[in-house]
């Protein structure tokens, strides 16, 4: 034998030796007690080995380790993400704005990419105009003694006003006079009105 044979007499990577005693098997013709007794296994191990093989259960050899091709997001978008921190950006706002043009990344990859050199994260800033809309206040009845004429009045709901000169033409306008009555009766039907 020359020099380097004993690497594959007798290998000590448990996937080499497999690959060993199923050759033994297959190519030489060894019987499977022989060809397990060879590389440390039994005969219904190397039958187990052989019937694994056949349906490709068996996987001797792997390939390279999978993983991203070219660059990473992380190497294409970094000049980007410098111009953006210089023009005063958060770190989301940075983000928002690859992903819009086309290149999804995410807050901690630009994070990462900012960490690396050296800059920090900015200070809070004022959270005016994010977030849910701020509530209006509850609209309070107050009485209109001149109505509709010459009444000025402050209001977050102004757009109901609006509606006045349908709500006059309807005759809404005079309906409180019947509320007291109709009240009473639609909660009680069995109550003759006052």
């Known amino acids: 034998m020359r020099p380097g044979a004993e690497y594959l007499v007798a290998p000590a990577e448990p996937a080499q030796r497999r690959y060993e005693a199923l050759r033994a098997y297959f190519v030489e013709g060894l019987a499977a007690a022989e060809a397990g007794a060879r590389f440390g296994y039994s005969a219904a191990t190397m039958h187990q080995l052989a019937s694994d093989l056949r349906a490709g259960r068996v996987a001797l050899f792997v390939s390279g380790k999978p993983g991203p091709k070219g660059p990473r997001t992380a190497l294409r978008v970094r000049d980007r993400v410098l111009e953006l921190r210089a023009a005063d950006r958060s770190v989301t706002e ?86 007291p009555e109709l009240l009473i009766e639609s909660a009680h039907p069995e109550r003759p009105p006052r």
């Not at 999804?104 to 050199?117: C, D, M, N």
């Not at 209001?155 to 006079?177: C, K, T």
């Open 94 to 179: 940075i983000a928002a704005a690859l992903t819009a043009a086309g290149t999804p990344v995410s807050v901690q990859t630009v994070w990462s990419i900012l960490a690396a050199e050296g800059l920090e994260r900015l200070p809070r800033r004022d959270r005016t105009g994010t977030g849910a809309p701020p509530r209006a206040a509850a609209a309070k009845a107050q009485v209109v003694r001149t109505w509709p004429a010459g009444t000025a009045l402050g209001s977050d709901f102004a757009g109901l006003f609006l509606l006045l000169p349908a709500m006059v033409e309807l005759g809404v306008d005079g309906a409180h006079r019947n509320c």
